[in-house]
T-cell receptor, first 114, second 114 residues
Framework: EAEVAQSPRYKITEKSQAVAFWCDPISGHATLYWYRQILGQGPELLVQFQDESVVDDSQLPKDRFSAERLKGVDSTLKIQPAELGDSAMYLC????????????FGPGTRLTVT | AQSVAQPEDQVNVAEGNPLTVKCTYSVSGNPYLFWYVQYPNRGLQFLLKYITGDNLVKGSYGFEAEFNKSQTSFHLKKPSALVSDSALYFCAVSDSGGYQKVTFGTGTKLQVIP
């Protein structure tokens, strides 16, 4: 069964350092999502791609976060500089398309900023 | 703005008893509704969705959900709970028009007691 891949699974970084997360969606899925999930809360959408285009990044802190999906396949989410409040689980998901299709989630990257 | 409410942080049910996890929503147009489950140390998994048609939707692992437009609810149900159903359950909604951005609820922890 096809899965969404994410790496790394765990990342510990110091405040003010740069950090990057990678996601490889299920083959053929046009829509890719990055979420942030704080323990005990629901996923919060950071950015949504349709193919290589950003369709929603309204909740992305653009002064420090950036995301790209250059060839419309895999994607990278970057934080620079990291802050203590960025400690969370970062989830990547993909769906066949963005209209009425369910999302398939990767295992996530747990980020700890010290 | 669209929103999802899961009024119970935790639901406890005895094994073999029926279970209900509640969800209410608010969207400006017709809703697309989803339920996801998150087992410990694992990513979110899709359970079921309502797009259109029959108000009773059947999904994975014996779960079902009933769409009630007048009450703006989409409660998750199962006739007989298993200990293995213990997990965190998330309701999600998107508007059928516009961006179809998905908004997740805060989650309900289901504890099935042997």
């Amino acid at each position: 069964e096809a899965e969404v891949a994410q790496s790394p699974r765990y990342k510990i970084t110091e405040k003010s350092q740069a950090v990057a997360f990678w996601c490889d969606p299920i083959s053929g899925h046009a829509t890719l999502y990055w979420y942030r999930q704080i323990l005990g809360q629901g996923p919060e959408l950071l950015v949504q791609f349709q193919d290589e285009s950003v369709v929603d990044d309204s909740q992305l802190p653009k002064d420090r976060f950036s995301a790209e999906r250059l060839k419309g396949v895999d994607s990278t989410l970057k934080i620079q500089p990291a802050e203590l409040g960025d400690s969370a689980m970062y989830l990547c998901a993909s769906s066949f398309n963005r209209v009425a299709y369910e999302q398939y989630f990767g295992p996530g990257t747990r980020l700890t900023v010290t | 703005a669209q929103s999802v409410a899961q009024p119970e942080d935790q639901v406890n049910v005895a094994e073999g008893n029926p279970l209900t996890v509640k969800c209410t929503y608010s969207v400006s147009g017709n809703p697309y509704l989803f339920w996801y489950v998150q087992y410990p140390n694992r990513g979110l998994q899709f359970l079921l969705k309502y797009i259109t048609g029959d108000n009773l939707v059947k999904g994975s692992y014996g779960f079902e959900a009933e769409f009630n437009k007048s009450q703006t609810s989409f409660h998750l149900k199962k006739p007989s709970a298993l200990v293995s159903d213990s997990a965190l359950y998330f309701c999600a909604v998107s508007d059928s028009g516009g961006y179809q951005k998905v908004t997740f609820g805060t989650g309900t922890k289901l504890q099935v007691i042997p």
